[in-house]
Nanobody, 124 residues
Framework: QAQLAESGGGLVQAGGSLRLSCVDSGRKFSSHGMGWFRQAPGKEREFVAGISWSSSSTYYGESVRGRFTVTRDNTKSTVYLDMERLKPEDTAVYYC?????????????????WGQGTQVTVTS
């Protein structure tokens, strides 16, 4: 199992940066693929980034590619999302997710476990 808790959200001006963290208090973090999704009011949940258990593979949504970076530290059971050059359209609740066998990191249905989310608000 995985128990995920996100942190690091907040209010930031456009062009600024934030680092989100997601800690897994379960026992199998190092064997889980991890993903970040976001959901803005009135919109569907959107894939942001994913990372394989070994960090050998990373994946990004088109809207964040080149601005966001996903990393993980298996010794700390933590996955990170470094967000740079933030835009007002990045405003959303950001969720981390974990899965044992992930056929497609971009699909939310690939993940078994979800955190509660952390709010990111980018002002213009």
């Amino acid at each position: 199992q995985a128990q995920l808790a996100e942190s690091g959200g907040g209010l930031v001006q456009a062009g600024g940066s934030l680092r989100l963290s997601c800690v897994d208090s379960g026992r199998k973090f190092s064997s889980h693929g991890m993903g970040w999704f976001r959901q803005a009011p009135g919109k569907e949940r959107e894939f942001v980034a994913g990372i394989s258990w070994s960090s050998s593979s990373t994946y990004y949504g088109e809207s964040v590619r080149g601005r966001f970076t996903v990393t993980r530290d298996n010794t700390k059971s933590t996955v990170y999302l470094d967000m740079e050059r933030l835009k007002p359209e990045d405003t959303a609740v950001y969720y981390c997710a974990a899965g044992s066998l992930i056929p497609n990191y971009r699909h939310s249905t690939s993940y078994e476990y979800w955190g509660q989310g952390t709010q990111v608000t980018v002002t213009s």
